[in-house]
């Protein structure tokens, strides 16, 4: 084995690339090559690895982007595609990755977050991280029939057009939510629209939005509402409450003014851990679509 060397911003080259996307595989089961080929693997998506000669043997990656705490933009980076070979493991090299961003980043943002899974209480604690518990928000649907509103579907993963529609509404949205909200994150955006295959994404004449959600059993899951305007929740319910849906999961922290959602603790995902927990509100999530 030859001395492991630090590599960054490997998009463009190809055998790193390759392998990177190998030890993806390996470790999460996909890898990020149609994010490459769609252009969303870009300059808000950095790479920091080593790699033993042309191949990549661990990696921390940082997503960059702004978080808005009660109205208030925060600059930040969201650290994932945290992964060691398994030849290469017990060798602290994911830490001193870690070690290396933290270093880079935490004097040019507001805010560095992960997620993990539980009981990584103590490694992340160690690189100057708290675990913060979120919150899921719901409300029950009368299972009353109503007409829905004309919409037009959109499928970015099969139709490089409704790509370019979602990415650009994205980018010009009012955020949605009074309390925590992201932006400029269409790389995430496009990561999981490109990747979940259950994920909708439907297109309203009235009010001009989009919607993302996915529907499981009698539940709608709703991630992101995409308007250049605040909207009331009165303007978007008949296309939420569609035939058989009597409850509505948010996926983010909603603030309609005219909604009252019920919320509880978020025990069933990864944990939060962040380096400024005194940043975040008492009760908030993080939008499912943003995480890395």
């Not at 790479?47 to 109205?71: C, E, G, R």
């Not at 979602?166 to 955020?175: N, T």
């Not at 709608?220 to 009331?232: D, K, N, W």
């Not at 035939?243 to 909603?254: A, C, K, N, S």
Request: hydrophobic content about 40%.
């Amino acid at each position: 084995m030859t001395a492991l060397q630090a590599v960054t911003a490997f998009a463009h080259e190809q055998n790193l690339r390759k392998s990177f996307n190998k030890l993806a595989r390996k470790t999460f089961g996909f890898d990020f090559e149609l994010l490459y080929e769609s252009g969303l693997w870009n300059e808000r998506y950095h790479t920091h690895a080593f790699a033993d000669d042309a191949q990549i043997v661990a990696n921390v990656s940082v997503s960059a982007l702004t978080v808005h705490i009660h109205k208030q933009k925060r600059k930040a980076i969201q650290i994932g595609t945290v992964m060691t070979d398994p030849g290469y493991q017990n060798q602290g090299l994911a830490t001193k990755l870690l070690q290396r961003v933290i270093q880079q980043y935490e004097d040019e943002t507001d805010l560095i977050y992960l997620f993990s899974r539980p009981g990584m209480e103590g490694f992340y604690g160690k690189l100057g991280f708290t675990a913060v518990e979120e919150y899921l928000f719901s409300i029950p649907v009368s299972p009353e029939l109503r007409p829905v509103p004309d919409y037009r579907k959109l499928q970015p993963a099969a139709n490089p057009q409704d790509m370019v529609v979602l990415l650009d509404r994205y980018g010009k949205r009012c955020p949605q939510s009074d309390i925590l909200d992201i932006s400029d994150a269409q790389h995430l955006l496009g990561f999981h629209t490109l990747y979940d295959p259950e994920i909708e994404i439907i297109e309203l004449l009235e009010p001009a939005a989009l919607l993302i959600y996915k529907k499981i059993g009698q539940t709608m899951h709703l991630y992101e509402v995409i308007s250049q305007t605040r909207l009331v929740w009165k303007q978007i319910e008949d296309y939420i409450a569609q035939d058989g849906i009597t409850e509505v999961i948010f996926h983010f922290t909603p603030t309609f003014p005219d909604l009252e959602p019920i919320s509880h603790k978020h025990t069933e995902r990864d944990t939060l851990f962040v380096n400024k927990p005194e940043l975040l509100p008492a009760v908030f999530q993080f939008p499912e679509i943003s995480h890395a």
